[in-house]
């Protein structure tokens, strides 16, 4: 059923509730959700052991219905059901790169849609998480900045994500088994879709849960927010979430960067430093993450590398380089592979750990900044195919 209320269309999130119809508890945080169990009825003295349960319930065994939750009562386990469900945005399609990379299409409120993406490494799991549909930035080398932004995500459908991504990888412990420390999905980087300062709230709530030691439990130092650089945001990222932050820096005089991260016109390079020298978690063992695109003619010349290493000194950092991936009608081109060796190798000379990110899942279109593209491309195929047909 589709909700009356309007959905927004702009930054604002929609409401958690439908007019008419059941509250999802996914996404509450704890205190949001004994608000929300005290506002249905559950007795004041009961509710700290109820949110606990329930938490569990959804969170560490990954159960969706509450029915499932055998300690509580059967009769308030009928009255949570009439009230509540446990939703987490519907997986449209699944795509297997040949390189094991996974990318889901899933649809939220109001028919949007969103990619997530798995990468599966030899030491690890990272689930690339979107925090907004489309972006209101526009840099000019990123596909979804040329997409016109629907909405903020809300913290159920972040968080969602990452449940979703469990159910497919089978990874909800079995009951009663010892905490398994080898996990499939082990960390998170907010790099999908969106800018994740522009949906603070959002996203600092869905982190909340995924950090919470009761139920998804991932550390802190597993999860890597990414920004363009909402300077008013920075500190309360380290304040309020306490996450890793990686920077998409991308150029090294404003002059480029106000072409190639717009956001720069705001707050340029020097105001961006400032912020990440005071970043309140920064130290050797948490360093920023520099990202830098690489883009042939652009900003890749041996001057922009040794110019990098002058403007980031002092800040305990890596500078993780990102070949251009290509999309459709895209101004710009990848960089050659030898420039690319070539900027790292200063960089590295310079004292700091240059990884070049290998691209992952390009056959199936989940490589950085090619979110959406794919289904962009099915979708107008679609089109063609019912022009074609006469069905349109
Ligand atoms: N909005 C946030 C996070 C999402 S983008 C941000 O901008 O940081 C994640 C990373 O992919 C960013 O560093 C972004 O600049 C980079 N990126 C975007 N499009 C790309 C492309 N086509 N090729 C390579 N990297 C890209
Ligand atoms: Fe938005 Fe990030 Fe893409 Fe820029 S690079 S348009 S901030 S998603």
New binding site residues.
């Given amino acids: 059923m589709t909700a009356s209320a309007p959905i927004t269309q702009d930054l604002v999130t929609i409401p958690r509730k439908l007019p008419d119809g059941p509250v999802n508890l996914v996404g509450l945080t704890r205190s949001q959700l004994r608000d929300t169990l005290l506002q249905a009825g559950t007795p004041e003295k009961q509710v700290k052991m109820r949110v606990n349960q329930i938490w569990q319930w959804i969170y560490q065994w990954g159960v969706r219905d509450f029915d499932s939750m055998t300690n509580l009562a059967k009769t308030y386990r009928v009255q949570l059901a009439e009230r509540f469900v446990i939703d987490v945005p519907e997986v449209v399609s699944r795509q297997v790169s040949a390189d094991g990379t996974r990318k889901y299409l899933v649809r939220i409120a109001g028919g949007h849609e969103v990619e997530v993406v798995y990468i599966p490494e030899a030491d690890r799991g990272t689930l690339c998480i979107s925090s907004q549909v489309g ?1 209101t ?1 526009t ?1 000019s ?5 040329t997409q016109k932004l629907v909405r903020n995500l809300t913290a159920g459908e972040i968080v969602g994500q990452i449940m979703l991504a469990r159910d497919d990888l089978g990874e909800w412990p079995e009951q009663g088994a010892p905490k398994d420390e080898t996990r499939l999905l082990s960390n998170i980087v ?7 300062l522009y949906n603070f709230e959002g996203v600092r709530n869905a982190m909340k849960i995924a950090m919470d030691p009761e139920g998804i439990s991932l550390s802190r130092r597993r999860i890597t927010l ?3 650089g909402v300077v008013p945001e920075i500190a309360k990222t380290a304040e309020e979430i306490g996450c890793l932050l ?3 820096f ?1 150029a090294t005089t404003d002059e480029v960067r106000d072409k190639l ?1 717009p956001i720069n016109k705001r707050w340029n390079i020097e105001t961006l430093l400032n912020a990440l020298r005071e970043y309140p978690r920064l130290s050797n063992s948490e360093r920023i993450t520099f ?1 830098y ?1 690489m883009l042939k003619d652009v900003n890749d010349t041996d001057a922009d590398a040794r110019r990098l290493v002058k403007l980031i000194q002092g800040i305990p950092a890596k500078i993780n380089l ?6 459709p009608g ?1 101004p710009y081109q990848r960089s050659d592979w030898s420039r690319i060796e070539a900027f790292a190798d200063i960089i590295y000379k310079a004292g700091y750990a240059s990884p070049i990110r290998t691209p992952r899942g390009e056959d199936i279109m989940a ?4 979110l959406k593209s794919a289904t962009e491309r099915a979708r107008k195929s679609r089109a063609q195919i019912a022009a074609e047909t006469g069905l349109g």
Wanted: aromatic share 8%.
């Fill in positions: 972006c930035l840099c080398f990123c596909h979804t900045g907010l790099m999908g879709m969106g800018e994740p990414s920004t363009s990686a920077v998409s991308h991260v990202e695109v990102i070949p251009f991936n290509e999309w895209a490589a950085c900044g090619q």
